[in-house]
C-alpha cells in the first residue's frame, strides 16, 4: 500500500488507481448492510409499489435509478422467498420499485424485509478501463510538451477577409500563416521547462487566432452566430486540434456557456470532417440528456447522425419526449457504434467495449461536466480514442463540485480529484500569471476560459470572480432580468441585491437523526419567500426562487414551512441538488450557529467548510441572493467570511450584532470597489452551468 502514499505517476498509476476504487467499493458494501430493513410493508402507487427508506433524501443509503434492491418474505416453516426489485424512481425519502408483474398485482402489505445491494457497473467498467489506459501513455495522462500537429480543418476559417483590413494586415496575416506552417512542420517540442517559450509561441498563436480567425470570421460560419469571441476560439481550437492527442481543455465557469459550446464544437466536427466519429460523454443522465436536447433543437443534424445511449436499466419513464427518438436505435449497441454522433453517460460508454469496439473507432471524445467525474471514470469513454490522431475536449470547472467520493481514505488518496482538475495543475496546463493578457492567462493551445457570464448581476459575480476566477468575470446578463429587483422594498441598500441577514439560532438535531436543522433560520426561509412572492414590486413566483442549505433535515422543516403557506413550487435541497442550475433569487440556509469549539473549524462548520460547495451555492442566482447565517460562526470559514466583509462594506448586512473582528468595519464606512457595469448582450440560452 506504499504507493498509495507516492504522487501519482504512469509506473503507479494503474495500481493506485485500482486500489482506491476497491476502498471506495469496500465501503460502499459496508454502508449498504447497515441500512438493511426488516418488517417493512410498501406502499402501493396506482400499479407501482413505493419503499420508504428514513434518511435516503441525505444518502443514507446513496441510491440511484436502476440500483436492485432484495426483498424477502419473513420466514414461514423455515422458508424465505426472495424477490428482485429495481429502483425506477428516487424521490425524497421514497423509491420507486419494478418487480414481476404478478408480485405488484398481488401483493398485500405482508411485510418484508429489505436487502439493500452494490451496483458494480461503474466500478467494473473502470477497472476494465484501467487495463486499456496504457495505449493513451504520457502524452495524454502525464503530458509534459506540446507537439504541434498539422491542422484537421484548414482554410475553412480563414478565407473570409473582412473589407475593413488594409492590405498590410493582410500581408502580415499571410506572413504569420507561413511561420506557423514551418512550426508544425517542424512539430516543434515545447518542454514544461521551456516556459518562456510556451508563452511567446502561445501568445503569437493567440495574437494570430484572434486577428484572422475572430476579426475576418463571419458569424454565417457558426451555426450559433451569437457566440462570444472566447466561444469562437474555443470551437476552432477544438476544430484545428493543433496539440492531439493532449486534452484539449474548455475551462467553463458558472453561467458562461460551455455547453453552447460544445454544442457549436460537436456540430462544427460533423459538418467539416467527414470522417469523424464522435462520443460525447457526461457523468449524469441529465447532462448527456440536455446534450442531445440542445444538438436536437440546433436542426442541423440528420435524424440518423445521432444517437442516445442508455444504461440497460434505465426507464423510459425517466427520459423526456424530445430524446426518445434518438434512445430507440441505442437500445442495439451494434448498430448505435454505427453512428457518427454517439451521446451517453461516462459508464454506458463501456457498452461499447463489451461489443469489442477497437481502440481508436472514435476520432473525438468529449466529456462535458469533467469535474464531476472521477479520473477512473473518465478514462471509460477516453480508452476508446487514438492515442495518435484522437481529439479529447475536457469541459467543466475545477472551481465547482467534484466527483461524489463516500470513502474517506479513497478521498484522501485522491480519488475525488477529477482528471480535469488534475490535468490542469500540470504545468503545461498552468495559468501563467505574466503572459497572455488579462483573459488569456492560459496556454490558448491547450485551455480556453470562458469568462463572460450571462446569468448574474455584477454585485453577485463580483465576490466569486474575485475568489475563484481572478477576478476575470464579465458581466453580460440581460439587463432586463438582473435588475428586476433592485427596487424592492427589502432590501438594506437600494440597487445592491445582496442580503446578509445574520441570525444567531439554534442548531438542533431530532431524536437518532443525524442531520441539523435551524427553527429561526427555516422561518426566517420561508418569510422572504413570502414577501418576494407576495409583493408587488417584485414581480417573482414560486418557481423563480430557490433555497439551499446543507442538510436535509433544514430542507424537510423548510418545506413543511412553505407548504403551509401555499409555496410547495418553491425548490428547496442541497447544493449538489443545484449545480448546473440558476435562479432568479437564491436563499441559502447555512443551518450551523454552536458557538463552541472553534478549535476545530472544519468540524463545526460541517459541509459549510468547502470552498467548491461555497461557489457553487452563490453563483446560482441572477437577480438576488439571499443568505442566512450566524456571523460569529461563518467568520471562520475563508469564503463565508469573504462573502460577510463584502456584505458588510457594501451596507447590505442586517441582523444580529457582528463580531468584533468585522465590528470595524461596520463603523469605518470603507467600499470594495463597484463591479462592472453591464455592458454585454446576452447570448440566449447560454447560461448553463
Not at 440518423?304 to 427520459?319: D, P, S
Request: proline fraction near 6%; aromatic fraction near 8%.
Amino acid at each position: 500500500m506504499f504507493f498509495l502514499l507516492q504522487r501519482l505517476n504512469m509506473s503507479n498509476y494503474k495500481e493506485k488507481f485500482s486500489t482506491l476504487l476497491w476502498l471506495e467499493e469496500i465501503h460502499a458494501e459496508i454502508e449498504l448492510k447497515e441500512y438493511n430493513m426488516s418488517g417493512i410493508t410498501l406502499k402501493r402507487n396506482g400499479n407501482l409499489l413505493i419503499l420508504e427508506i428514513p434518511g435516503l433524501a441525505e444518502g443514507r443509503p446513496s441510491l440511484y435509478a436502476g440500483d436492485k434492491l432484495i426483498l424477502k418474505t419473513q420466514e414461514y416453516s423455515g422458508h424465505v422467498i426472495e424477490y428482485i426489485s429495481y429502483v425506477i424512481e428516487v424521490h425524497e425519502e421514497d423509491v420507486t420499485l419494478k418487480l414481476n408483474p404478478e408480485f405488484e398485482q398481488t401483493y398485500n402489505f405482508e411485510p418484508l424485509d429489505v436487502e439493500f445491494t452494490y451496483n458494480r457497473t461503474t466500478s467494473r467498467r473502470c477497472h476494465f478501463a484501467l487495463e486499456q489506459v496504457i495505449h493513451l501513455g504520457v502524452k495524454v495522462l502525464f503530458p509534459e510538451e506540446i507537439i504541434l500537429q498539422s491542422p484537421q480543418v484548414t482554410g475553412n476559417w480563414n478565407h473570409a477577409q473582412d473589407t475593413r483590413n488594409d492590405e498590410q494586415s493582410t500581408t502580415k496575416n499571410r506572413k504569420t500563416v507561413k511561420d506557423l506552417t514551418k512550426h508544425a512542420i517542424k512539430e516543434r517540442h515545447v518542454g514544461a521547462e521551456d516556459l518562456p517559450g510556451v508563452a511567446a509561441f502561445a501568445a503569437e498563436m493567440s495574437d494570430v487566432v484572434n486577428e484572422m480567425q475572430i476579426s475576418n470570421a463571419r458569424d454565417k460560419e457558426f451555426f450559433n452566430p451569437v457566440l462570444n469571441e472566447n466561444q469562437k476560439l474555443a470551437v476552432k481550437r477544438i476544430l484545428s486540434g493543433d496539440c492531439r492527442p493532449l486534452p484539449y481543455v474548455l475551462f467553463g465557469p458558472p453561467g458562461t456557456g460551455k455547453t453552447v459550446t460544445i454544442i457549436e464544437a460537436v456540430l462544427q466536427v460533423h459538418c467539416a470532417l467527414p470522417d469523424s466519429r464522435i462520443l460525447v460523454c457526461a457523468p449524469s443522465n441529465s447532462a448527456a440528456d440536455l446534450v442531445c436536447l440542445r444538438l436536437h433543437e440546433s436542426k442541423v443534424l440528420r435524424p440518423a447522425a445521432m444517437v442516445r445511449v442508455n444504461a440497460t436499466c434505465r426507464f423510459e419513464e425517466t427520459i423526456i419526449d424530445a430524446i426518445k427518438p434518438y434512445c430507440k436505435d441505442g437500445e442495439d449497441i451494434w448498430k448505435a457504434s454505427r453512428f457518427r454522433i454517439i451521446i451517453t453517460t461516462c459508464s454506458s460508454a463501456g457498452l461499447f467495449y463489451q461489443i469489442g469496439l477497437r481502440v481508436g473507432h472514435f476520432t473525438h471524445v468529449f466529456v462535458d461536466e469533467a469535474g464531476q467525474a472521477s479520473e477512473p471514470e473518465c478514462l471509460i469513454p477516453l480508452g476508446l480514442i487514438s492515442d495518435i490522431s484522437g481529439q479529447i475536449i475536457l469541459a467543466g470547472d475545477p472551481m465547482q463540485l467534484g466527483p461524489v467520493i463516500k470513502s474517506r481514505l479513497a478521498m484522501a488518496y485522491g480519488l475525488n480529484v477529477s482528471m480535469l482538475e488534475r490535468l490542469m495543475l500540470r504545468p503545461v496546463y498552468l495559468r501563467d500569471e505574466n503572459a497572455f493578457g488579462a483573459c488569456g492567462a492560459y496556454n490558448p493551445l491547450l485551455v480556453t476560459k470562458l469568462v463572460k457570464n450571462y446569468r448574474s448581476h455584477a454585485a453577485l459575480l463580483a465576490l466569486p470572480s474575485r475568489l475563484f476566477y481572478h477576478k476575470e468575470l464579465e458581466v453580460c446578463a440581460d439587463p432586463k432580468v438582473v435588475t428586476l429587483l433592485l427596487g424592492w422594498e427589502k432590501l438594506p441598500k437600494k440597487g445592491f441585491p445582496l442580503i446578509f441577514h445574520g441570525m444567531r439560532g439554534n442548531e438542533v438535531r431530532e431524536g437518532r437523526s443525524p442531520s441539523w436543522f435551524n427553527p429561526a433560520e427555516a422561518v426566517q426561509a420561508m418569510r422572504y419567500c413570502c414577501l418576494l412572492t407576495r409583493s408587488v414590486s417584485s414581480q417573482v413566483s414560486a418557481s423563480d426562487i430557490g433555497v439551499i442549505t446543507p442538510y436535509r433535515k433544514q430542507v424537510e422543516k423548510i418545506k413543511i414551512l412553505l407548504q403551509n403557506v401555499d409555496l410547495m413550487d418553491i425548490k428547496v435541497g442541497s447544493v449538489e441538488e443545484f449545480q448546473g442550475q440558476e435562479y432568479l433569487v437564491i436563499i441559502i440556509s447555512t443551518v450551523r450557529s454552536s458557538e463552541d469549539g472553534f478549535e476545530d473549524d472544519r468540524y463545526f462548520l460541517g459541509f459549510l467548510s468547502n470552498s467548491k460547495r461555497f461557489n457553487v451555492a452563490i453563483t446560482r442566482p441572477k437577480a438576488l441572493l439571499i443568505v442566512l447565517g450566524n456571523p460569529h460562526v461563518l467568520v471562520h470559514d475563508p469564503c463565508f467570511g469573504a462573502l460577510l466583509e463584502y456584505s458588510i462594506t457594501n451596507g447590505v448586512y442586517t441582523g444580529c450584532n457582528l463580531p468584533p473582528e468585522l465590528q470595524s468595519l461596520q463603523t469605518s464606512g470603507s467600499m470594495v470597489v463597484a463591479p462592472p457595469s453591464l455592458c454585454c448582450p446576452a447570448v440566449p440560452g447560454s447560461s448553463g452551468p
